[in-house]
């Protein structure tokens, strides 16, 4: 499903464990208007192979793919500070004046966002398997093959670069034809078009 670009900002992808989804999204996805608040934050990236590592469908996740309004007050900060509890990110260290005049930042490179004001969420629906596997082979090809991922996106990566004998985890030939027949199911292939050009041309 397609969006008009020029009316929200998106897609941004979260990787969700079984059916859950986050109270922060909850109201959109339920087709319900968010209320405006200054909550918790949630993390949002526009990768979707860093999503698809918190929402492994092989693992009983799932991606959610999330629309903002165009209107959403946002700053870009690549040096901001991340506050942690226990390991997880959990905010990003702002003033409450700054929380209450913007309704988001954009980190690092710019492909993470944390929200923290839900009115601003215009749609959350969840990926069908077969929408999310495309989605992340696109993301692999665009990542490129140096790019290190965690997971069972590491796995998939290792497979569409042909690096499986560096991946330890595929060492078990039953999980590995796994995730190659999804990769053909989803795809039509296994490997990238650009490895399999890069080949060809060697």
């Not at 059916?19 to 949002?44: A, K, M, T």
């Not at 999804?182 to 060809?200: D, F, I, N, P, Q």
């Amino acid at each position: 499903m397609t969006f008009p670009s020029h009316d929200l900002i998106g897609p941004l992808y979260f990787g969700a464990k079984g059916d859950i989804v986050p109270h922060f999204l909850r109201p959109s996805f339920d087709g319900e208007r968010p209320r405006r608040s200054v909550s918790s934050s949630l993390f949002l990236s526009t990768c979707m192979a860093e999503a698809y590592e918190d929402g492994a469908y092989e693992e009983d996740g799932s991606v959610l793919e999330v629309w903002l309004q165009k209107s959403t007050r946002w700053r870009y900060l690549p040096l901001a500070t991340l506050e942690r509890c226990d390991g997880i990110e959990s905010t990003v260290e702002l003033s409450l004046a700054e929380r209450r005049r913007l309704d988001a930042v954009r980190l690092d490179s710019g492909q993470v966002w944390c929200v923290w004001n839900p009115a601003v969420v215009s749609i959350v629906r969840r990926l069908d398997y077969r929408e999310a596997i495309p989605l992340l082979c696109s993301a692999l090809d665009e990542a490129g093959p140096t790019t290190s991922f965690g997971g069972v996106t590491h796995d998939y990566a290792s497979i569409w670069w042909a690096r499986v004998q560096a991946n330890p985890r595929l060492a078990t030939l039953s999980y590995r034809q796994q995730l190659e027949r999804v990769l053909r199911r989803y795809m039509g292939r296994k490997r990238s078009r650009r490895y399999e050009t890069s080949e060809a041309t060697a």
